[in-house]
């Protein structure tokens, strides 16, 4: 076994209110900033030992499927590192 981080970002899919991000863009932009659009993410970092980097993968993108994101709100990436 190897330790692994799985890095598990998941973000509102497009077309889907995001009441956090609208709120935090006028503020910047009442602070004088300009910018297209804003989008807000979750990103939880899990370590894990798995038998390589793909079964990581896989053990972390169901733990996405299964608890951490909603597929029908969310789209979500997974990204995997040694440690």
Known sequence: MTAYTATVTIRLKRGVLDPEAETTQQA???LGFE???LR???R???DLDAENSEAARDRADEM???LLANPTIHDYEVEVSGR
Do not use: G, M, V
């Open 35 to 37: 910018l297209d659009d």
């Open 44 to 46: 939880f970092e899990i």
């Open 28 to 30: 910047l932009e009442r």
């Open 40 to 42: 807000s993410t979750d």
């Open 64 to 66: 996405a499927e299964r």
